[in-house]
């Protein structure tokens, strides 16, 4: 097949992590294999190679297939900035901020991106897998759809359907989806795959016989729950808090519109570190680090945070020695204000930041978008860093004078972060700075641990180990007739 579309019958089914298997399994054995999401609803995103911006699961997906991540794996990115409107990104450009009902309109406009950039891919590559978004079973979407089986129908390709067996229902949502379909739009799922299955297959038989044969269509793969799976996310967060022997913790405030968590991924992962994820409206508990993180509205979760008493809440922290770094719209709130005269991300207004910083930030309608590394200067240590910038604010104040401890590619010291002088505060504006295991190291030795006493942990070396174990675990349970299949000419 020269593509294939995966399409799950709830959110978070599991189509992106079976993508990224595929991907994985193809690449494996040779064949140029590339992902496709023609459009993706999410907060969490990454800087291409050519300078755009794409959904985070794309980018990992890129990743599985040994490529670099490209705007034409994801045409068309929605980022919400309340629950009306979204920021709208074609090509890896914002193109503006659309309501909900502006949007359905725009659809038919947008469809040409994604047919374009589908295009261009199939050109370069043996096969395309394809990821969907939500559930194609949304009857007040199916107008102008883009996104699921009006995307099948427009370029003639077949769908396999994804359900989640873990949260329930498994049969209902297969066969309730289908009932939903039209006919033409049946007759293209060429088979189920049943995702995150727990216990005895034999228990589970009698029901895949019946799915077979109420239906006429075979169940391709069940495939296990994979406990500690833990591979970049478009959204979810994942809560809990570690157990056994820490050196560290932290804590994280969950914004409501909060933007590229996946930042914090390497310190939840971390074997010595507890992250904690608390609400805003929860006491904040005691830390050693709090992060402020990404937000795509900051102003309106910066207010969120101040009413919820967060100036008080940080000022004890910090009383007691805490550290707090601030990440992107972390590093906006830190600041004596944020601006936004154009209304990017909401109504138009100023509101005062947390004050720790002296700068302001205005959001300018030009998004800065790229790919950034160089050194990081912290305890008197030189290490490398590399990461990316997705932001629409523009700081400026005699605080940013002090990123010294942030050295560009060229040489040159980085204007747009701030350490403290007392050591407490740090800021800036670039993502994934906890990606490189040097970095991280370092960053942790600033909030507290001690050096000797810290596991060395590689975020890279972490990803390639569960893609490999993700796949092996697709080849193991998914049809190998079917998966022969996919590539093949």
């Known amino acids: 097949m020269k593509s294939v579309m995966v399409q799950g019958t709830t959110s978070d089914a599991g189509k992106s992590t079976l993508v990224a298997a595929l991907a994985r399994l193809l690449k494996r054995r040779g064949v140029k294999v ?155 799922v060429a088979g189920f795959v049943i995702n995150r299955f727990r216990g005895d297959l034999a228990l589970l038989q009698s029901g895949l016989d019946w799915l077979e044969a109420r239906t006429g269509l075979p169940v391709l793969g069940v495939l296990p729950y994979l406990h500690d799976l833990h591979l970049d996310a478009e959204d979810a967060i994942a809560t809990g808090q570690r157990t056994g022997d820490t050196c560290l913790t932290v804590v994280v405030p969950v914004l409501p519109r909060i933007s590229n968590h996946t930042d914090v991924d390497p310190l939840r ?77 909401g109504t138009a207004g100023k509101t005062p930041g947390f004050g720790y910083c002296d700068f302001t930030t205005e959001l300018h309608a030009e998004k800065t978008l790229k790919n950034v590394k160089g050194l990081l200067r912290l305890n008197d240590a030189e290490v490398p860093f590399a990461g990316y910038e997705i932001h629409c604010g523009v700081s400026r104040g005699p605080d940013l004078a002090s990123a010294a401890f942030m050295i560009d590619a060229q040489g040159e010291q980085r204007g747009d972060g701030v350490l403290s002088g007392d050591g407490q505060i740090l800021a800036t504006y670039v993502h994934g700075l906890f990606d490189e295991a040097a970095a991280l190291e370092q960053l942790l030795i600033w909030a507290g641990s001690e050096p000797q006493a810290l596991a060395a942990f590689d975020l890279a070396e972490h990803r390639e180990a569960q893609l490999e174990r993700l796949a092996d675990t697709v080849q193991e349970h998914l049809d190998a007739r079917w998966l022969d299949s996919l590539g093949a000419t």
Not at 309 to 319: A, F
Not at 331 to 343: C, E, F, H, T
Request: proline share 6%; charged share 20%; hydrophobic share 45%.
């Open 34 to 188: 590339a992902p496709f999401k023609p459009q993706n609803m999410a907060l969490n995103s990454a800087v291409t190679a050519n300078g755009g911006e794409i959904g985070r699961a794309q980018a990992l997906q890129a990743m599985a297939c040994g490529l670099e991540p490209h705007t034409d794996m994801n045409p068309v990115l929605l980022k919400p900035s309340s629950d009306t409107g979204a920021q709208v990104i074609i090509h890896g450009r914002a193109i503006g901020t659309m309501q909900a009902l502006d949007y359905h309109s725009y659809k038919a406009t947008a469809k040409q991106a994604v047919l374009d950039a589908f295009a261009r891919l199939q050109r370069q590559y043996d096969c395309v897998l394809v990821e969907g978004a939500g559930s194609p079973a949304e009857i007040n979407l199916r107008d102008n759809d883009i996104a699921n089986m009006g995307f099948a129908e427009a370029v003639d390709c077949p769908v396999i359907l994804i359900a989640d067996i873990d949260r329930g229902g498994v049969f209902a949502h297969l066969v309730g989806t289908l009932e939903l379909l039209a006919p033409s739009e049946r007759a293209r």
């Open 269 to 345: 992962l971390h074997p010595q570190v507890d992250l904690q994820f608390v609400a805003a409206s929860d006491p904040l508990p005691p830390c050693d680090l709090v992060i402020l993180p990404g937000s795509k509205n900051v102003r309106g979760d910066l207010e969120h945070m101040l009413a919820n008493g967060w100036q008080e809440k940080l000022n004890r922290h910090l009383r007691y020695g805490g550290k707090l770094l601030g990440i992107c719209g972390g590093l906006q709130m830190l600041g004596k204000s944020v601006a936004d005269p154009l209304a990017i991300e």
